[in-house]
């Protein structure tokens, strides 16, 4: 193994990259921006020249290098096939991994889902550490999943395991999800969707709040919970029935060890876990109720923690 | 490889038993009664007793046999220890593959969950054949289900990957499952769940229907369904939009090639799979639309042909 792997987290402003040590110390991380114009077609090239760059800068010779690992906001397949990334204005199907390689002088290319890579870096260097069977689950403006089977990411057939944001989990919905269908997880448990609960809440009733005075975001809920609001307590509780119902099917299905809580709505702190526990062990089946939960620790850096551990 | 492998698959009524060559041809099957008296300490003394006597008749030398793969109705983790064995009247935590090893004179012995060791048997000599990553779904009086990735069982964390019949599926159901939760996936969709659908829908109506005369058995549901009746049509639809929507979800976590249809139910022909299907199409997300399905094709065998392949 050689010393040195480049961790790159693509996303649709920014391009985050990180230089690790192969032991996981990550020793600089920076960032460019995501140059979407003309279909995006210099996001590779810029890539690689930064990554290049910083290798003159540091003096650290190619062979020196184990390779690079690269998340992308779209489904990636085992083979670094890219099938469709709408934020960086892809719209063919290519293999990233084997372009990125051209462009970095033939250095050694692995490409990833971003939700699945970022479940890779915390069940790496993350609060996921030590488990070799791990959901991670990140909410965000919407949901994302990766599930890290053997300490390996699980792909799925078409690049989309772990897709569980759109996983159906309640059946009268009339409004329709980004996906098109009605009633995804994704409606619910996301940072848009606790706005949404929380909105609906306080159309159905005229009781004191605090979320009346302020802005509705996902984290004042959260804030006015620790505050007793019991308006946003009735918000959490939905947000932990819907989650923690989703999560014990998941569960059914995998059995893991444990779930990896992350994303922006995780930064609330631990204030959103019992609701969502609670829940979870309603619903579960029990041979997997001792499933534990944890937040994520590693943040925006997830991802190109993950990136760096799929090329190490 | 050595030229053959036993499978033995344990029921609580009787075990089978096959003798396979390592291409995973049948060369005979037998089965003998399972003896769950005194806590069922007899079950592998008798099972070893079968496998050498089998030996013995066909004069196959010790080191023609690779081993012996057995299914048991139980959680059981990948080191072969299993959990709880209610249908066997096994009450101990115990390694099963060491202790039929024993009895076997040291033969190699690997042990599995009977679920998820057919759904090995089908990927491997069934109609999964040529697939890595599937997920069989068994239903029969009760649901259950084995996943495979990368062409290896997934065990989960305590042995219950793959416990799919009881995902939440329904959340106004007042009537409890057997696992002591309410609106599980077996509650609608195995072959007791069908007759539930069936009951419900002529409690409700008093049109005329084929149903009326009949003794009430998911086999008799699909045959109505194909002479046109309308009562059982329904029910047929009601079946579909639950299992539809569970596969959805299962799907939205794995996202395999192909669901393989077993059991009891799956024995009615292909007159289930449309409602299967078009619910699971409606449910899906958009990156699993295309997920193959087929019907199981081994039967009864499916146990024994994976048991054999654990071993292989």
Same mark, same amino acid.
């Given at each position: 193994m050689k010393k040195y792997a480049f961790g790159i987290d693509v996303g649709g402003t920014s391009v985050k990259i990180g230089l690790f040590t192969?032991?996981?110390?990550?020793v600089e991380k920076w960032s460019i921006p995501?140059?979407? %114009?003309?279909?995006?077609?210099a996001i590779l090239p810029d890539i690689a020249a930064s990554v290049l760059d910083k290798m003159k800068e540091r003096n650290i010779?190619?062979? %020196?290098v184990e390779g690079a690992g690269i998340g992308l906001p779209g489904p990636v397949d085992e083979t670094g096939?890219?099938?469709?990334?709408v934020n960086l204005h892809w719209e063919n199907v290519f293999n990233v991994a084997e372009e990125l390689a051209g462009y970095l002088n033939g250095m050694k290319v692995k490409a990833g889902n971003d939700a699945n890579v970022a479940a890779l870096g915390e069940a790496w260097?993350?609060?996921?550490?030590?488990?070799?069977n791990l959901v991670m689950v990140t909410l965000g403006t919407g949901i994302g999943g990766g599930v890290i089977i053997n300490g390996k990411i699980l792909e799925g057939t078409t690049g989309a395991?772990? %897709?569980?944001? @759109?996983? @159906?989990?309640?059946?009268?919905?009339?409004l329709a999800c980004n996906c098109g269908? @009605?009633?995804?997880?994704e409606q619910y448990a996301s940072a848009t969707g606790i706005v949404r609960l929380l909105e609906r809440e306080l159309a159905n009733t005229d009781e004191p709040s605090l979320m009346r005075e302020k802005k509705h975001t996902a984290k004042d809920v959260w804030d006015a919970v620790e505050a007793g609001d019991a308006v946003a307590t009735r918000v959490a509780e939905k947000f932990g029935e819907y989650l923690g119902k989703g999560l014990a099917d998941i569960a059914g299905v995998l059995n893991p060890e444990i779930f990896v809580i992350g994303g922006g709505?995780?930064?609330?702190? %631990?204030?959103i876990m019992p609701f969502i526990t609670k829940n979870f062990k309603k619903y579960v089946f029990h041979a997997s109720r001792e499933t534990k939960f944890t937040r994520a620790?590693?943040?925006?850096?997830g991802g190109i923690y993950g990136a760096a551990k799929l090329v190490l």
């Open positions: 192969n032991d996981g110390m990550l995501t140059r979407t %114009e003309d279909n995006g077609k010779a190619a062979d %020196e096939v890219i099938r469709k990334a260097m993350g609060s996921g550490k030590g488990f070799k395991a772990g %897709e569980i944001g @759109h996983i @159906h989990i309640q059946d009268d919905e009339e269908n @009605h009633g995804c997880l709505v995780s930064l609330s702190g %631990e204030v620790i590693l943040g925006n850096d």
